[in-house]
Structure formats: structure tokens, C-alpha cells
T-cell receptor, first 114, second 113 residues
Framework: AQSVSQHNHHVILSEAASLELGCNYS??????LFWYVQYPGQHLQLLLK??????LVKGIKGFEAEFIKSKFSFNLRKPSVQWSDTAEYFC????????????FGRGTSLIVHP | SAVISQKPSRDICQRGTSLTIQCQVD?????MFWYRQQPGQSLTLIAT?????????ESGFVIDKFPISRPNLTFSTLTVSNLSPEDSSIYLC??????????FGPGTRLTVT
């Protein structure tokens, strides 16, 4: 069975600070990787995804994530956060060619102070 | 993409009663999913609902407690039965598209008193 670990449960930053949220997964096969975001009062929505190809994936709002297969990691980054990035961030994984039902990490709460 | 709506958005229910949550999708989909999101915890899949067949429940979730209906390709309901305070949570409906990308509804916040 696959699992996802998000190491940072709560992150507090000031605007313009750089962000990196850790995500590690455990699964022996080929995976699809996702970051979802839930802004206050809004739906959970896809931020970015990796299926194959370039391991550096760019998403919406200046976010990017890098898939490092040897480390089973898919960390989310943003060079300069804004107050509007305050949200809950979830990493998720599905197995390629298998069940398309994702396994989610427990989420990271990000608060950005103006 | 898919647009999903849920009703109610929130409710406060008494112990021992039941709450039925509705999920409507703006397009026909084969599978719909029901998740529970407890504070500070991950999203937990409750069950997968196919149209025309019984729902498939994940470990720890049973049909008697969480009966699901899927009468057509755009609609599903989840009932949380015999409520206890431990059932207080956010319940989310979702559908899959684009090779395992999930689209989520806004959620239903349930508080059991």
C-alpha cells in the first residue's frame, strides 16, 4: 500500500519569504504525484501534477515541485510567497496504471503574514 | 474539468440522528468518491460510488453507517447514520478526470452535538 508523509504540519512565513513544503511517498512502482491546495472557504483544487517527463513541474500562481525518484520526494516550492498563499496544502499520490484513487498526506497549513 | 456542488454546506445534528449529503456534478461521470476530512488529518476515502452498483467501501467504513446512493451519472448521496460526536467532520464528494486528477466539491461541515 502507498502512503504519503508531509513533514511540515504548520508553516508560518512573512511575505516574500521562500517556501518549501516536504512530501515523501512510499510505493515501489511508478507513481503520479499531485499537490492540492485549499484556500480558506474554497474548494480543494489542483495546484500541480507530475505524471512523467521533466521532473520539475510548474503549477499555478508561481508554484513548482520537483520529483526526485531516488528520494521518493515531491517537494513544493515557491521563491516568494504572498499573503494570498495562505491555505492548506495536500500532497497526494496514485500508482500509474493502477488505482486512480489518490492517497493524501495529512496536509500542511501555511500562514503568510503581510 | 468538473463542477461539483454539495448540499447542505453545513449542519448541526443531534446524536443518534442521520444526515444525508447530496452531491451534484455538472457532467456525467462513472465514479464518484466520498471522503472525510477531520481537523488536522488527511483526507480519508470512505467509499467509491458507481452508478448502477453498490458502493465499494474502504477499510473501517461500512454500509450500515454510511449508506450511499448513486441513482444516475451526475448525482450521489452519502448518509451518515446514527450520529455520534466522533462523526463531526467535513465530508467531501469528488470525481476523477484527466487520468487520476480529482475534482472536489465544497464540502459539508457536520457538527454532532
Amino acid at each position: 500500500a502507498q502512503s504519503v508523509s508531509q513533514h511540515n504540519h504548520h508553516v508560518i512565513l512573512s511575505e516574500a519569504a521562500s517556501l518549501e513544503l516536504g512530501c515523501n511517498y512510499s510505493y515501489g512502482g511508478t507513481v503520479n504525484l499531485f499537490w492540492y491546495v485549499q484556500y480558506p472557504g474554497q474548494h480543494l483544487q489542483l495546484l500541480l501534477k507530475y505524471f512523467s517527463g521533466d521532473p520539475l513541474v510548474k503549477g499555478i500562481k508561481g508554484f513548482e515541485a520537483e520529483f526526485i525518484k531516488s528520494k521518493f520526494s515531491f517537494n513544493l516550492r515557491k521563491p516568494s510567497v504572498q499573503w494570498s498563499d495562505t491555505a492548506e496544502y495536500f500532497c497526494a499520490v496514485t500508482s500509474s496504471g493502477g488505482s486512480y484513487i489518490p492517497t493524501f498526506g495529512r496536509g500542511t497549513s501555511l500562514i503568510v503574514h503581510p | 474539468s468538473a463542477v461539483i456542488s454539495q448540499k447542505p454546506s453545513r449542519d448541526i445534528c443531534q446524536r443518534g440522528t442521520s444526515l444525508t449529503i447530496q452531491c451534484q456534478v455538472d457532467s456525467q461521470v462513472t465514479m464518484m468518491f466520498w471522503y472525510r476530512q477531520q481537523p488536522g488529518q488527511s483526507l480519508t476515502l470512505i467509499a467509491t460510488a458507481n452508478q448502477g452498483s453498490e458502493a465499494t467501501y474502504e477499510s473501517g467504513f461500512v454500509i450500515d453507517k454510511f449508506p450511499i446512493s448513486r441513482p444516475n451519472l451526475t448525482f450521489s448521496t452519502l448518509t451518515v447514520s446514527n450520529l455520534s460526536p466522533e462523526d463531526s467532520s467535513i465530508y467531501l464528494c469528488s470525481v476523477e478526470s484527466n487520468g487520476s486528477e480529482q475534482y472536489f466539491g465544497p464540502g459539508t461541515r457536520l457538527t454532532v452535538t
